[in-house]
């Protein structure tokens, strides 16, 4: 259960920027505790200190944001700004943000992105931002939703649009920021009816320059989750569905739901699918204290499906959908790198 909206801006933003003032005074103690408890782990044993110099500098941008946000919150006191203006300002500020953690990433984890994206006809080009996209991605790696809205924003001028869990809300500047967007939170016993509400109200009035980025699997892949995906597609009925997921070897199932409601809501949208590896093993914190490598490198690979290529019917579109999956899944197991070195 999340505290409510007035404890989170009135006590989580504060806490954050008091954490962030504690953290600078106190880094030279973390480096000393955090150098130490890496001599258990194989050499360069550079490990703790980047991670400890990557918090610093996320909580230090995080309070800045927060600064920012509470600058346009003043500013726009008696809707000075309009709506226009207050989205762009907004945008502008995830983007300042989201560039400069992907810096600091660069600089402290050495971490490299390479995209294999297909050569733009000049049609493709004519077309880029008239229209709105709906964006499925795999869910893989830490970081891969900051990476893909980062690039989407950056690389590609958009202004992305996601359904996210309620509990990122305890994030005070994601907190702050996302909820001035639009984007949604769904809490995690959310009935699916209500997630696909969210979708078909964040799709319905797309304007050309926007994205909604989707991640159709629910969670990042695991053997368990894997294997809890498959029967659930058998409890249901669904055997064909189970016997496709079976020779998924990267990811998870997708739960067609969303995506398909993403499309009827924006029909003129053209569909983006994204296949990403590089982090994959990189689940949970302790995967990242142990396995994380001397360098951070990340290889991803984007297609696009026009609207007007974009099957007709329910079950047409859910075949359609479980084929570009495998099709990511093929991509992966052509790309993933050997495991390498740790630090």
């Known amino acids: 259960m999340l505290p409510p909206r007035i404890i ?14 504690a953290a600078v005074l106190t880094l030279p103690v973390w480096l000393i505790v955090v150098t130490a408890a890496s001599l258990r782990l194989p050499p360069p044993q550079r490990r703790g200190t980047r991670l400890v110099w990557f ?52 600089r402290i984890f050495g971490l490299s992105v390479e995209i294999d994206e297909p050569r733009a006809t000049s049609e493709e080009l004519s077309r880029r931002l008239t229209r709105p996209v709906i964006v499925l991605s795999r869910h893989a790696g830490p970081g891969d939703s900051v990476l893909l809205v980062h690039h989407l924003l ?64 629910g969670g990042n892949f695991t053997p368990k989750r894997r ?30 739901n969303g995506a398909l409601a993403a499309i009827e809501a924006c029909p003129t949208a053209d569909v983006v699918f994204v296949a990403h590896t590089g982090l994959d093993d990189l689940v949970t914190l302790g995967d990242i204290w142990h396995r994380l490598p001397v360098r951070a490198e990340i290889r991803a690979g984007w297609w696009r499906v026009r609207a007007e290529d974009v099957p007709e019917g329910r079950e047409e579109r859910i075949t359609w959908l479980f084929d570009q999956w495998d099709r990511i899944d093929t991509w992966i197991t052509e790309h993933r790198a050997a495991p390498v070195s740790e630090g």
Request: proline letters at 7%.
């Open 8 to 21: 989170r801006r009135l006590v989580l933003a504060p806490l954050v920027i008091a954490l962030t003032v």
């Open 154 to 217: 950056t690389r590609y001028g958009r202004r992305p649009r996601i359904v996210m869990k309620a509990a990122l809300q305890l994030d005070p500047s994601l907190d702050v920021m996302v909820n001035r967007l639009p984007n949604a939170f769904v809490p995690p016993d959310a009935e699916t009816g209500g997630v696909i509400t969210e979708i078909r109200r964040l799709a319905s009035d797309m304007d050309p320059d926007d994205a909604l980025v989707i991640f159709p699997e």
């Open 227 to 256: 294997r809890r995906a498959i029967l659930r597609l058998e409890d249901r009925g669904l055997r064909e569905e189970a016997a496709r997921a079976r020779r998924l070897e990267h990811l998870l199932p997708p739960r067609p």
């Open 55 to 106: 918090a610093v500098s996320w909580l230090t941008l995080e309070s800045m944001a927060l600064i920012a946000c509470l600058w346009l919150w003043i500013i726009d006191l008696g809707g000075r700004l309009s709506h226009d203006e207050r989205e762009e300002r907004h945008y502008a500020l995830v983007k300042w943000l989201l560039s400069n953690v992907y810096g600091a990433a660069v």
